[in-house]
């Protein structure tokens, strides 16, 4: 199982600890812990460095003063400001980018790390749960995601 099956994994545990049945729970809770430290480490790897987020944060209010604007305030298009005049965007991003040429390459190579990581192989041994112990109104959807860790 690779790191990133494990984050799916966490995910999915999460996501059926409403459902009832008591060695059912325990085994939810038991590897949710398991898997806890190692999501932790991997948040960690990917934090992004104060000098990125400085540039993030003036990229976004570049990004601002060339949208468009509705009342007063920048148009945004699910998570894209839409830009009233591209090319001066352009012109001020490259210039941004070029003061913070070096928190962006390490961030891009930070980023190339933590995929390669989440590609690498886990050791983590997690905790079995029996199908016996599966409650009968689990979706299929949510079996799916908890699959690693069942016991035939």
């Known amino acids: 199982m690779t790191k990133l099956d494990l984050v799916n994994l966490f995910q999915s545990l999460h996501q059926v600890k409403e459902l009832k049945g008591i060695k059912f729970a325990y085994s939810v809770i038991k590897n949710i812990n398991i898997i806890k430290s190692e999501i932790e480490a991997l948040q960690k790897a990917s934090e992004s460095s104060l000098g990125f987020i400085e540039y993030e944060k003036k990229r976004i209010e570049l990004a601002k ?7 007063g305030e920048p148009v945004i298009e699910g998570d894209r400001y839409i830009l009233e005049d591209e090319k001066k965007f352009g012109k001020e991003w490259e210039k941004l980018k070029k003061e913070y040429e070096e928190e962006v390459g390490k961030r891009e190579w930070q980023i190339k ?25 689990i979706s299929v959807k949510l079996l799916e995601g908890i699959f690693a860790v069942i016991e035939e």
């Open 65 to 71: 003063k060339f949208a468009k604007k509705d009342k």
């Open 113 to 137: 790390q933590c995929n390669d990581l989440l590609m690498e192989d886990s050791d983590i041994k997690l905790h079995k749960i029996k199908m016996a112990d599966v409650p009968q109104d």
